[in-house]
């Protein structure tokens, strides 16, 4: 049994409120439905880590967590609905007013990715981007996959690969269909290109607004 008891914190939560929605941080108002605490969880875990502010609208305004049994929702959402699995550590703060809000740490998985068992039954991985969570698409999950398998691969990547990787050094990277159109290959030859480059550490994957495209790491 973990005990929701706050400690004073009303300052140090309200520096953190200051700092607002960012890549690390994301207010939950509420936690009824555990599966989208899951998919911030899934989000920050496939990113640098990250922090839950529950009990916290998204205008920062403190509404406070309502009862105890809130943290075993989110403990629901780590154990259950994240896979695998993840470890969180929640800590309970007292605010003015007596109001308690709970902040929800987790850090960057060391394999990705770690997805989010979604009501159908699949298997979703989320990232975080600013204050967004974002969707990650079949191939950058299969690309995580590959590189947490492989270690140090030396690999021959020719004439194709020597092209994706200068493509992918443009500022917004390339995505795999102008990449496709440009080399003449088809889309699974790019995609397994993408995901040996990857697994290589020569390519990454940069969020351009509206989807991922490939993008060459330096050095």
Request: hydrophobic fraction near 40%; charged fraction near 25%.
């Amino acid at each position: 049994m973990k005990d929701i008891r706050g400690i004073k914190g009303r300052f140090y939560i309200a520096s953190l409120i200051e700092e607002g929605e960012h890549v690390r941080q994301d207010f939950k108002f509420s936690v009824s439905d555990s599966r989208k605490i899951a998919r911030s969880l899934s989000a920050f875990a496939n990113n640098d880590g990250g922090r839950l502010l529950i009990g916290v609208k998204d205008n920062g305004v403190i509404a406070g967590v309502r009862n105890e049994e809130d943290i075993y929702v989110v403990e629901q959402a780590a154990q259950m609905h994240c896979v695998p699995p993840q470890e969180i550590r929640v800590t309970a703060f007292k605010t003015d007013g007596g109001l308690t809000v709970m902040r929800v740490e987790i850090d960057r998985s060391p394999t990705r990715p770690v997805c989010v068992r979604e009501t159908d039954g699949s298997l979703k991985a989320y990232f975080r981007v600013k204050d967004e969570n974002i969707s990650v698409p079949p191939l950058m999950a299969r690309a995580w996959k590959e590189a947490s398998r492989r270690e140090n691969p030396a690999i021959a990547i020719g004439d194709a690969g020597r092209c994706l990787l200068d493509m992918a050094s443009r500022p917004s990277g390339v995505s795999v269909e102008d990449f496709m159109i440009a080399a003449h290959v088809s889309r699974t030859t790019a995609e397994d290109l993408a995901v040996t480059l990857h697994s290589m550490g020569l390519l990454d994957f940069v969020y351009t607004g509206s989807g991922f495209n490939l993008s060459a790491l330096n050095g």
